[in-house]
């Protein structure tokens, strides 16, 4: 019965089972030994890895506007929920 090992890809950072024959183990595939990944007996679903994201540009205070600058706090733009006052009549 084929046994299936976790390996981690040395380029990509990508988690993954393959068999414990396959031959690229030791080259660019690296064996994964941990308590939390034992020998299985089917393979286990992959962990890709990503990049986590940047900013391109670092907020300073100089960059991000304040509520304070203009003296009001910022608006939102009404929902469809909001209340009718009295008398309008709803043009559905």
């Known amino acids: 019965m084929p046994t299936y ?3 981690k ?13 396959h031959p ?4 660019n595939l690296q064996l994964i030994k941990s308590d939390r ?13 990503v990049k986590r994201a940047r900013s391109t ?3 300073s205070p100089e960059n991000v506007p304040s509520a304070d600058a203009s ?10 929920n909001t209340k009718k006052e009295e008398g309008e009549e709803s043009h559905d």
């Open 5 to 7: 090992v976790r390996v």
């Open 9 to 21: 890809d040395t380029d990509t950072k990508h988690e993954f089972d393959v068999l414990e024959t």
């Open 24 to 27: 690229q183990i030791g080259d």
């Open 37 to 49: 990944y034992p020998p299985a007996r089917s393979p286990r679903a992959p962990k890709h890895y």
């Open 57 to 59: 540009q670092q907020e």
């Open 71 to 80: 003296g009001e706090s910022p608006s939102r733009p009404a929902g469809r």
